[in-house]
């Protein structure tokens, strides 16, 4: 009987023991929990603000363009299309009179909202300036010339005759622009004109990131 006794007292000990365990790691599990909770608020509250100045961005650049009767398509993520026939003749990646006095009115601009603000400045990772063509015709043809006009368009944006409203503006701009030649690798197989183009595209700070919060919030 004493045994017995000893016997179980050990187990009402140890089974004490465990229970304080498990209410020890269930309140961590609910700390933690709630440490989440708190911290992916926070992320949303975040990435909203992000959203909220990368919108007014894009809206001050809209604007801007709009005010200046430059006319370039400019859709709600900031990007910015010149058609083929706005900056250059067929084939061609020279720019034409047309195409050197758009850039010339354009460049000032663009680059006085961009860079209007250290908030603006802090969200643009980079400008990517792509050339586009159709798919008609050979592929690799096409790519030399979305590539050398590309970089027509960036001596163009930076030419004597283009007179930058701040002189940093000019150096901000160059810092962040890279012509890339993207050729008739997202043309429809389908021979479209509005796929000859060229575009200018800002990537955002952070924008794979916010990306998935965004995914993870829906």
């Given at each position: 009987?004493?045994?017995?006794?000893?016997?179980?007292?050990?187990?009402?000990?140890?089974?004490?023991?465990?229970?304080?365990?498990?209410?020890?790691?269930?309140?961590?599990?609910?700390?933690?929990?709630?440490?989440?909770?708190?911290?992916?608020?926070?992320?949303?509250?975040?990435?909203?603000?992000?959203?909220?100045?990368?919108?007014?961005?894009?809206?001050a650049l809209t604007d801007?363009?709009?005010?200046?009767?430059?006319?370039?398509?400019?859709?709600?993520?900031?990007?910015?299309?010149?058609?083929?026939?706005?900056?250059?003749?067929?084939?061609?990646?020279?720019?034409?009179?047309?195409?050197?006095?758009?850039?010339?009115?354009?460049?000032?601009?663009?680059?006085?909202?961009?860079?209007?603000?250290?908030?603006?400045?802090?969200?643009?990772?980079?400008?990517?300036?792509?050339?586009?063509?159709?798919?008609?015709?050979?592929?690799?043809?096409?790519?030399?010339?979305?590539?050398?006009?590309?970089?027509?368009?960036?001596?163009?944006?930076?030419?004597?005759?283009?007179?930058?409203?701040?002189?940093?503006?000019?150096?901000?701009?160059?810092?962040?622009?890279?012509?890339?030649?993207?050729?008739?690798?997202?043309?429809?197989?389908?021979?479209?004109?509005?796929?000859?183009?060229?575009?200018?595209?800002?990537?955002?700070?952070?924008?794979?990131?916010?990306?998935?919060?965004?995914?993870?919030?829906?």
């Amino acid at each position: 009987m004493f045994e017995s006794s000893e016997i179980s007292e050990e187990e009402d000990s140890a089974a004490g023991v465990w229970l304080s365990i498990g209410d020890l790691m269930s309140g961590l599990m609910f700390f933690f929990a709630l440490l989440f909770i708190a911290v992916l608020a926070q992320l949303q509250d975040h990435r909203e603000q992000i959203v909220t100045r990368r919108t007014a961005l894009v809206q001050a650049l809209t604007d801007a363009l709009q005010e200046n009767h430059i006319e370039v398509e400019a859709n709600e993520d900031g990007e910015i299309v010149f058609k083929e026939e706005m900056l250059f003749t067929r084939n061609s990646a020279r720019l034409s009179p047309q195409g050197v006095e758009l850039l010339r009115q354009f460049g000032p601009i663009y680059a006085e909202v961009i860079f209007s603000s250290p908030e603006f400045t802090e969200e643009v990772s980079r400008i990517v300036l792509e050339g586009h063509t159709s798919s008609e015709g050979q592929e690799m043809y096409n790519l030399g010339l979305s590539l050398r006009r590309a970089q027509s368009v960036a001596e163009g944006l930076f030419a004597d005759t283009v007179d930058y409203h701040l002189p940093e503006h000019e150096a901000q701009l160059k810092n962040k622009l890279y012509p890339a030649g993207r050729g008739p690798w997202d043309a429809s197989e389908e021979v479209k004109p509005s796929d000859r183009k060229v575009v200018l595209r800002i990537q955002f700070r952070g924008q794979d990131f916010l990306s998935f919060l965004q995914a993870s919030s829906t």
